[in-house]
């Protein structure tokens, strides 16, 4: 805790300095004159902000920056930039803004904190309305229909975004750019920690050039950003308040937002709670019911969240610090492990029956900025979290097997003025984990994870070409405690192995050596406006990605995912023998290819992206073939053939590396028919395939289109998806049927004594379809919820 305490006093201290003070004024109208009022005015190296009167007009006194860089942002209208250089008089600059057939909303995830439009990544960001709109409690499923962003559903309880077919370790998940330290990249039944019900934008990063959060992240990054640590005073006291009841669960869900301040000291409060029952659906829960399956509802769906967080920051002209802490209490059951035959002895011994998962998290987080320290810098950004995470694992309403996980994270890092043309930023980023999982379910053993890595990103505009160069260097150690892995195996197809005897395998104890893995990655993009309101960019970039922790390690029954998992680090062959020597292990290693189309002026506009990725050494999980078998389970299934059940054993996956091709493309078309109604459509292509198999869990080709009206009050919408059959499926992975999707929504603005109501109400998956999700490790025993209207009221002041 010392550095940060040095760097608030270095900060706090350097807020009192002058330098050579100027000011700038000038006018910001559109194409035909009209004043642009509302527009945000800053100038790079300081945090003062003004806005733009009903007239236009701007004027910002006392600018201290030492190289001058001029950004006009509102929403409705195309950035402007002016690169001023080094100025030592007053200035007046004007800027002529092109009207914009998207929101543009600057991205704080990318380097240079760009607008969408001006991004050479592609990006998506989601602001605060649509995200109220399209509020799930998991971020997989709010996320879900941004082009290029599946869900892992692992039923209405948890899942995470798949962008562009990758997903767990390949998908880095970031709050306010800092990583949110749980476990969901270990299991798909591990929900995200990070909430969107507070989020003022969430910003999905496609692709692998975004190496200021991670190699690994070569499927992209998403941020979302919430005020808890405030960076700007706000005006008075704000923020919202909202209940709503949705039907297909029982679903009750109330939350509270405010933020205030006073003097220098800016306050923020959110929180939320939210209690449902087992989710209803359209039929079966299994694919292949049997006599006794359970009709219209999904067992083991229920939830109870609680979440909240407090922050507080010093605020001043030239900077701020703050500090926040978050709790997170959840309770929620886990689908897929309900066995029909075992309901008469719950209910005779009284026990609470399924398997559930109770979360306690507790986050603790610094933030800071300094702008214009000194000669040659534009601004120092810092930020640190430390999380203690906790779940156990219940089942039938006895203790499990409890994960731990205690992570910190920091980042630092510093923006240099223009050099030759060239803005930049330099960073440094430490992250360390502790992970453990005690009890008998235990599959990965405790492990240590310690990640150091240095980034530069380096951006220089040339007329109408923005260049982009960005590289980063990252050391990662594994220190992971001996395991003892033990593994039955018989063979799946029975009739070829038929004469074959089990193997009985003895309990085998692994020492393992220390893991050390230095990952070199680099891009290089540029992004041309080849006219006004069209542009093109091209992104290459080659990516090392360090094996993760459950792809090495992975030794024993995963219960969540009904699978018996196999690492990376371990020998098993097609027999099932596993040898007592351990073998090496590669980094993945990616060469990638991205190309985006974009119009974005006008009453119509369209984004298209195409990617290629090559990838040595792909670390994926497939079936074997195989099913483990313990003592236990033998004497269930003598049993069970008494009573004149079947039952399985559990199916071996092993972590295997190989040649891998993924490519495909994202698009989205929008049309502003008039200025109240707006037709959107957009679809997304995944192939990805080994040399001589495809790789599982791939999402099938999607089309949606949504048609839009925005009224003075009334508001609504009305969208449909459609989903193709995936018949590209790995060895032992089964096929999902196509499916159509109908929402629709609306809402009624109701402004009174400065709170703004508004009434709302959604209907989902409104035909009542079955639709099975081909991204879920559940999707043969848990579809998505049948229909479903939800109510509510939310008041903004």
Same mark, same amino acid.
């Given at each position: 805790?010392?550095?940060?305490?040095?760097?608030?006093?270095?900060?706090?201290?350097?807020?009192?300095?002058?330098?050579?003070?100027t000011?700038?004024?000038?006018?910001?109208?559109?194409?035909?004159?009209?004043?642009?009022?509302?527009?945000?005015?800053?100038?790079?190296?300081?945090?003062?902000?003004?806005?733009?009167?009903?007239?236009?007009?701007?004027?910002?006194?006392?600018?201290?920056?030492?190289?001058?860089?001029?950004?006009?942002?509102?929403?409705?209208?195309?950035?402007?930039?002016?690169?001023?250089?080094?100025?030592?008089?007053?200035?007046?600059?004007?800027?002529?803004?092109?009207?914009?057939?998207?929101?543009?909303?600057?991205?704080?995830a990318?380097?240079?904190?760009?607008?969408?439009?001006?991004?050479?990544?592609?990006?998506?960001?989601?602001?605060?309305?649509?995200?109220?709109?399209?509020?799930?409690?998991?971020?997989?499923?709010?996320?879900?229909?941004?082009?290029?962003?599946?869900?892992?559903?692992?039923?209405?309880?948890?899942?995470?975004?798949?962008?562009?077919?990758?997903?767990?370790?390949?998908?880095?998940?970031?709050?306010?750019?800092?990583?949110?330290?749980?476990?969901?990249?270990?299991?798909?039944?591990?929900?995200?920690?990070?909430?969107?019900?507070?989020?003022?934008?969430?910003?999905?990063?496609?692709?692998?050039?975004?190496?200021?959060?991670?190699?690994?992240?070569?499927?992209?990054?998403?941020?979302?950003?919430?005020?808890?640590?405030?960076?700007?005073?706000?005006?008075?006291?704000?923020?919202?308040?909202?209940?709503?009841?949705?039907?297909?669960?029982?679903?009750?869900?109330?939350?509270?937002?405010?933020?205030?301040?006073t003097?220098?000291?800016?306050?923020?409060?959110?929180?939320?709670?939210?209690?449902?029952?087992?989710?209803?659906?359209?039929?079966?829960?299994?694919?292949?019911?049997?006599?006794?399956?359970?009709?219209?509802?999904?067992?083991?769906?229920?939830?109870?969240?609680?979440?909240?967080?407090?922050?507080?920051?010093?605020?001043?002209?030239?900077?701020?610090?703050?500090?926040?802490?978050?709790?997170?209490?959840?309770?929620?059951?886990?689908?897929?492990?309900?066995?029909?035959?075992?309901?008469?002895?719950?209910?005779?011994?009284?026990?609470?029956?399924?398997?559930?998962?109770?979360?306690?998290?507790?986050?603790?987080?610094?933030?800071?900025?300094?702008?214009s320290?000194t000669?040659?810098?534009?601004?120092?950004?810092?930020?640190?979290?430390?999380?203690?995470?906790?779940?156990?694992?219940?089942?039938?309403?006895?203790?499990?097997?409890?994960?731990?996980?205690?992570?910190?994270?920091?980042?630092?890092?510093?923006?240099?003025?223009?050099?030759?043309?060239?803005?930049?930023?330099?960073?440094?980023?430490?992250?360390?984990?502790?992970?453990?999982?005690?009890?008998?379910?235990?599959?990965?053993?405790?492990?240590?994870?310690?990640?150091?890595?240095?980034?530069?990103?380096?951006q220089?505009k040339?007329?109408?070409v923005? +260049?982009?160069?960005?590289?980063?260097?990252?050391?990662?150690?594994?220190?992971?405690?001996?395991?003892?892995?033990?593994?039955?195996?018989?063979?799946?197809?029975?009739?070829?192995?038929?004469e074959?005897?089990?193997?009985?395998?003895?309990?085998?104890?692994?020492?393992?050596?220390?893991?050390?893995?230095?990952?070199?990655?680099?891009?290089?993009?540029?992004?041309?406006?080849?006219?006004p309101?069209?542009?093109?960019?091209?992104?290459?970039?080659?990516?090392?990605?360090?094996?993760s922790?459950?792809?090495? +390690?992975?030794?024993?029954?995963?219960?969540?995912?009904?699978?018996?998992?196999?690492?990376?680090?371990?020998?098993?062959?097609?027999?099932g023998?596993?040898?007592?020597?351990?073998?090496?292990?590669?980094?993945?290693?990616?060469?990638?290819?991205?190309?985006?189309?974009?119009?974005?002026?006008?009453?119509?506009?369209?984004?298209?992206?195409?990617?290629?990725?090559?990838?040595?050494?792909?670390?994926?999980?497939?079936?074997?073939?195989?099913?483990?078998?313990?003592?236990?389970?033998?004497?269930?299934?003598?049993?069970?053939?008494?009573?004149g059940?079947?039952?399985?054993?559990?199916?071996?996956?092993?972590?295997?590396?190989?040649?891998?091709?993924?490519?495909?493309?994202?698009?989205?078309?929008?049309?502003?028919?008039?200025?109240?109604?707006?037709?959107?459509?957009?679809?997304?292509?995944?192939r990805?395939?080994?040399?001589?198999?495809?790789?599982?869990?791939?999402?099938?080709?999607?089309?949606?289109?949504?048609?839009?009206?925005?009224?003075?009050?009334?508001?609504?919408e009305?969208?449909?998806?459609?989903?193709?059959?995936?018949?590209?499926?790995a060895?032992?992975?089964?096929?999902?049927?196509?499916?159509?999707?109908?929402?629709?929504?609306?809402?009624?603005?109701?402004?009174s004594?400065?709170?703004?109501?508004?009434? +709302?109400a959604?209907?989902?998956?409104?035909?009542?379809?079955?639709?099975?999700?081909?991204?879920?490790?559940?999707?043969?025993?848990?579809?998505?919820?049948?229909?479903?209207?939800?109510?509510?009221?939310?008041?903004?002041?």
């Open positions: 805790m010392h550095t940060p305490s040095l760097i608030a006093v270095a900060m706090m201290t350097a807020f009192s300095s002058a330098a050579l003070a000011t700038i004024t000038g006018k910001v109208t559109d194409q035909a004159g009209a004043p642009v009022a509302g527009a945000e005015v800053s100038v790079e190296g300081s945090r003062r902000v003004v806005y733009t009167d009903e007239n236009g007009i701007y004027s910002m006194d006392n600018v201290t920056a030492q190289d001058v860089h001029i950004h006009v942002a509102t929403p409705k209208y195309l950035h402007g930039d002016k690169d001023l250089g080094r100025i030592t008089e007053n200035q007046q600059v004007n800027f002529t803004l092109l009207p914009a057939s998207i929101e543009n909303i600057t991205v704080t990318t380097a240079m904190q760009t607008s969408v439009l001006e991004s050479v990544t592609p990006v998506s960001v989601i602001g605060a309305e649509e995200l109220r709109r399209k509020q799930q409690p998991t971020l997989g499923e709010t996320l879900k229909t941004v082009p290029g962003v599946h869900s892992s559903y692992f039923g209405p309880v948890s899942s995470s975004p798949v962008i562009r077919g990758a997903g767990g370790p390949r998908v880095k998940i970031v709050q306010n750019g800092l990583d949110v330290s749980d476990v969901s990249r270990i299991g798909p039944d591990h929900n995200v920690a990070a909430s969107t019900s507070s989020a003022t934008q969430v910003e999905v990063l496609r692709g692998p050039a975004t190496l200021q959060y991670g190699s690994g992240a070569i499927g992209g990054v998403v941020n979302v950003v919430d005020k808890r640590i405030p960076q700007e005073m706000p005006y008075g006291t704000e923020g919202e308040a909202e209940m709503r009841y949705s039907t297909v669960d029982n679903g009750k869900f109330g939350k509270v937002d405010v933020t205030t301040g003097g220098n000291v800016a306050f923020h409060f959110d929180g939320f709670k939210r209690k449902t029952d087992d989710v209803d659906i359209p039929g079966y829960s299994e694919a292949e019911p049997d006599d006794d399956a359970t009709y219209g509802t999904l067992a083991s769906t229920d939830m109870d969240t609680t979440d909240f967080n407090a922050g507080i920051s010093y605020v001043q002209d030239e900077g701020f610090f703050g500090f926040s802490v978050e709790k997170l209490d959840n309770l929620y059951g886990v689908p897929g492990h309900h066995h029909h035959h075992e309901e008469e002895e719950h209910e005779e011994e009284g026990a609470e029956e399924g398997t559930k998962i109770d979360v306690d998290m507790t986050r603790y987080q610094l933030a800071g900025e300094w702008h320290p000669a040659g810098i534009d601004n120092i950004r810092f930020s640190a979290a430390y999380t203690d995470y906790t779940h156990v694992e219940i089942e039938d309403g006895e203790i499990g097997t409890q994960f731990n996980n205690e992570g910190v994270n920091a980042k630092l890092t510093i923006a240099h003025t223009g050099i030759a043309g060239w803005h930049g930023v330099f960073g440094f980023q430490l992250t360390d984990s502790d992970y453990e999982a005690i009890g008998e379910e235990a599959f990965s053993p405790p492990t240590s994870t310690d990640t150091q890595a240095v980034f530069l990103i380096e220089k040339v007329g109408d923005t +260049f982009e160069l960005g590289g980063r260097l990252e050391q990662t150690s594994y220190d992971a405690d001996d395991a003892e892995v033990e593994l039955h195996v018989e063979h799946l197809d029975e009739e070829e192995h038929e074959e005897e089990e193997h009985e395998e003895e309990a085998m104890v692994f020492n393992f050596p220390d893991y050390d893995f230095t990952s070199v990655s680099v891009s290089a993009g540029a992004n041309w406006e080849y006219q309101g069209y542009s093109a960019a091209l992104t290459l970039s080659r990516n090392e990605r360090a094996p922790q459950q792809e090495l +390690f992975s030794g024993g029954q995963h219960i969540a995912t009904r699978t018996y998992e196999v690492g990376l680090v371990y020998q098993l062959d097609d027999e023998e596993l040898s007592d020597t351990l073998r090496s292990v590669d980094e993945e290693v990616s060469t990638n290819l991205d190309l985006t189309f974009r119009k974005f002026s006008g009453n119509w506009g369209y984004t298209a992206s195409l990617f290629y990725n090559q990838v040595d050494n792909y670390i994926y999980e497939s079936g074997t073939g195989l099913i483990a078998v313990t003592e236990e389970h033998e004497h269930e299934e003598e049993g069970a053939e008494e009573e059940h079947e039952e399985e054993g559990t199916p071996v996956y092993y972590f295997r590396q190989s040649d891998a091709d993924l490519y495909g493309m994202e698009a989205e078309v929008f049309y502003n028919i008039t200025g109240e109604w707006r037709v959107d459509l957009y679809g997304d292509y995944i990805a395939k080994l040399d001589n198999e495809d790789l599982p869990r791939i999402p099938p080709l999607r089309i949606g289109s949504s048609i839009r009206y925005q009224g003075q009050s009334l508001s609504g009305v969208g449909v998806e459609w989903y193709d059959d995936q018949t590209r499926t060895p032992y992975e089964t096929a999902t049927d196509g499916y159509t999707l109908l929402n629709a929504s609306v809402e009624y603005d109701i402004a004594a400065g709170v703004d109501w508004v009434l +709302f959604t209907a989902d998956n409104i035909t009542d379809e079955e639709a099975r999700v081909h991204t879920s490790f559940l999707k043969d025993l848990a579809p998505l919820p049948g229909r479903n209207f939800s109510v509510g009221v939310r008041a903004v002041f």
